[in-house]
């Protein structure tokens, strides 16, 4: 009965072996995947921030054009006030 038991406890501690090293690889693959969701965030941050400066650029450049049209339609306005000899 003895031996029994020893091989039926060996066999068990085997398999919890076997269960154990199976979760590490699960885990290992759970790493990589969140270290490649980690990299995959900081590339999208890093594009997000480009496209904010492309934004504050173009919109001081339409703050330039929008002031040009306004000192235009200023001196436009003005002609049309002013007599002609």
């Known amino acids: ?3 029994v038991s020893s091989e039926l406890m060996y066999e068990l ?4 072996q076997n269960d154990l090293s199976s979760l590490k690889d ?3 693959d759970m790493r990589q995947d969140m270290l490649s969701l980690r990299n995959q965030f900081h ?5 997000v921030n ?3 400066g492309s934004i504050v650029h173009i919109d001081d450049r ?3 054009i929008e ?4 000192l235009r339609e200023l001196a436009e306005a003005q002609s049309r006030f002013e007599p002609h000899p």
């Open 26 to 28: 699960g885990q290992k």
């Open 13 to 16: 501690l085997k398999r919890i």
């Open 67 to 70: 002031n040009r049209l306004e």
């Open 1 to 3: 009965m003895n031996d």
């Open 50 to 52: 480009t496209m904010r």
């Open 43 to 47: 590339l999208l941050q890093g594009d």
């Open 62 to 64: 339409l703050e330039r």
